[in-house]
Nanobody
Framework: QTQLVESGGGLVQPGGSLRLSCVVS????????VAWFRQSPGKEREAVSC???????????NVVDSVKGRFTISRDDAKNTVYLQMDSLKPEDTAVYYC?????????????????WGQGTQVTVSS
């Protein structure tokens, strides 16, 4: 059964760091595009960052402007895991963070492109 399980969320002070992890239980994970999205109360789910599979001639990494220079997406195909390193966190980064995977993702980090989703992990940035 396909599962995506996120971990690493929590409460952190402004300026602090967190690293989110997501274990993706699928065969041939290295063929999947992966992404992180987030959703704040009362807002729509939005893209944070997306990363291509390791088996494509058109590899990409995309990071939305609001987190550029602060967040880094990465993957470890040997561990079927995708990460989101979050530094210099701000109160406006507070949200539930979701990882997603699909064999048909793209540079545009469109929510409609991802068919596999985790349950989400809460990140709260507050003093």
């Amino acid at each position: 059964q396909t599962q995506l399980v996120e971990s690493g969320g929590g409460l952190v002070q402004p300026g602090g760091s967190l690293r989110l992890s997501c274990v993706v239980s699928v065969a041939n994970f290295d063929y999947y595009d992966v992404a992180w999205f987030r959703q704040s109360p009362g807002k729509e789910r939005e893209a944070v960052s997306c990363l291509s599979s390791s088996h494509t001639s058109r590899r990409y990494t995309n990071v939305v402007d609001s987190v550029k220079g602060r967040f880094t997406i990465s993957r470890d195909d040997a561990k079927n895991t995708v990460y989101l390193q979050m530094d210099s966190l701000k109160p406006e980064d507070t949200a539930v963070y979701y990882c997603a995977a699909d064999r048909m993702g793209s540079y545009y980090c469109s929510i409609d492109e991802y068919g596999l989703w985790g349950q989400g992990t809460q990140v709260t940035v507050s003093s």
